[in-house]
């Protein structure tokens, strides 16, 4: 079942740069897609798109067959991102608050934002961290309060945006367990990387993406082939022609 369909997006800057040209995909529900390539290829653009933090020049985007244009509140309930820079996020002074804020501009009751909150930080395994202050969280706790945060919201379908950048190896593995835990529980994941060999190894899709389109999309195994053209690495395992292994084995 299809929980994003894009048709025919375009996007020009306003002094005439193209952004994304005539992109055409379906995302279906629970999916695990990764996005690739080159800086300036246009990823970053086509993301804020699926929850209406960019408006078109042409086409549409539908979250569970619903217009973004029509329903952009809906669709930033639904569709949840996560910015490369996660401390562009957190307004919060504590973890708590943090995770409260988008549900409390939801207008929910006390009761209910309590439990969503508690509930968020209990799937990213922060909930003994609820009283504690942002500031001091660690690069890839920031992350996984992020995540949290647009969990906190109702959010379907997750949308990362480069999560493992400026990330040591135990930041990157936090990450990394708080996505495929959350894909686990049947939400949908879309995130780009400029490193492959972080996440690909739990990817059912690879898109590739050069100058404003899409170039390649298919299973990993079909398209990673492709990359190298696109200044995107192969995994090594590729390279010598074995699997590409898990960062959490």
Avoid at 141 to 161: F, N, P, T, Y
Wanted: proline share 4%; net charge negative; hydrophobic share 40%.
């Amino acid at each position: 079942m299809a929980i994003l369909e894009v048709d025919g997006l375009s996007h020009r800057f306003s002094d005439g740069a193209v952004g994304i040209e005539d992109i055409q995909l379906t995302v279906r529900e629970g999916g695990f897609t990764v996005l690739a390539g080159p800086n300036g290829s246009g990823k970053s653009t086509f993301l804020r798109h699926l929850n209406g933090l960019l408006t078109p020049t042409s086409g549409d985007v539908r979250v569970q067959g619903v217009s973004v244009r029509e329903d952009p509140r809906r669709a930033r309930q639904l569709v949840g991102m996560v910015f490369q820079d996660a401390d562009s996020q957190i307004v919060g002074e504590t973890v708590y608050d943090d995770v409260a804020f988008g549900p409390e501009n939801l207008m929910l009751d006390r009761q209910e934002i309590h439990q969503r909150v508690m509930g968020a930080l209990v799937a990213l395994g922060m909930s003994d961290m609820a009283g504690q202050r942002t500031h001091l969280l660690s690069g890839g706790e920031k992350r996984r309060l992020a995540i949290a945060g647009i969990l906190a919201m109702g959010s379907e379908v997750i949308v990362l945006d480069e999560p493992f950048s400026n990330l040591d190896y135990p930041g990157v593995r936090q990450v990394l367990a708080a996505i495929l835990d959350l894909h686990a529980r049947g939400r949908t994941i879309l995130l780009t990387t400029h490193d492959l060999e972080k996440a690909i190894a739990h990817a059912d899709r690879l898109l590739l993406m050069e100058k404003g389109r899409i170039v390649a999309d298919g299973p990993p195994d079909a398209v990673l082939s492709k990359t190298e053209p696109l200044g995107v690495r192969r995994p090594c395992a590729v390279r010598w022609g074995r699997p590409v292994e898990s960062w959490l084995s």
